[in-house]
């Protein structure tokens, strides 16, 4: 069964900085593409940052220079750093990975950022 589970979500003050996680399971993790996306209220979901298998990354405009995405292949993780936070980044995060036509979910981690 593929699973992914999110964690390191909190509240944080404006400028703050916070770590996500991402375990994954049920696949062969060291072969897939990673994304983090993330969900404000009212607006749509948006990718915040993706990881090749070979560890090539992209990054939304707005977060280059403050969030930094990494895998790491022998614990099946995938992480997400966020410095300097601005309430704007306030979202739920999701962990996604897309297998042939499937785009698996995680719950989700919700980031607070208090101005």
């Known amino acids: 069964q593929v699973q992914l589970v999110e964690s390191g979500g909190g509240l944080v003050q404006s400028g703050g900085s916070l770590r996500l996680s991402c375990a994954a399971s049920?696949?062969?993790?060291?072969?897939?593409?990673m994304g983090w996306y993330r969900q404000a209220p009212g607006k749509q979901r948006e990718l915040v940052a993706w990881?090749?298998?070979?560890?090539?990354?992209n990054y939304l405009s707005s977060v280059k220079g403050r969030f930094t995405i990494s895998r790491d292949n022998s614990k099946n993780s995938v992480y997400l750093e966020m410095n300097s936070l601005k309430p704007e980044d306030t979202a739920l995060y999701y962990c996604?990975?897309?297998?042939?036509?499937?785009?698996?979910w995680g719950q989700g981690t919700q980031v607070t950022v208090s101005s």
């Open positions: 990881i090749t298998s070979g560890g090539f990354t």
């Open positions: 049920g696949f062969i993790f060291s072969a897939n593409a």
């Open positions: 996604n990975v897309l297998l042939g036509p499937r785009r698996i």
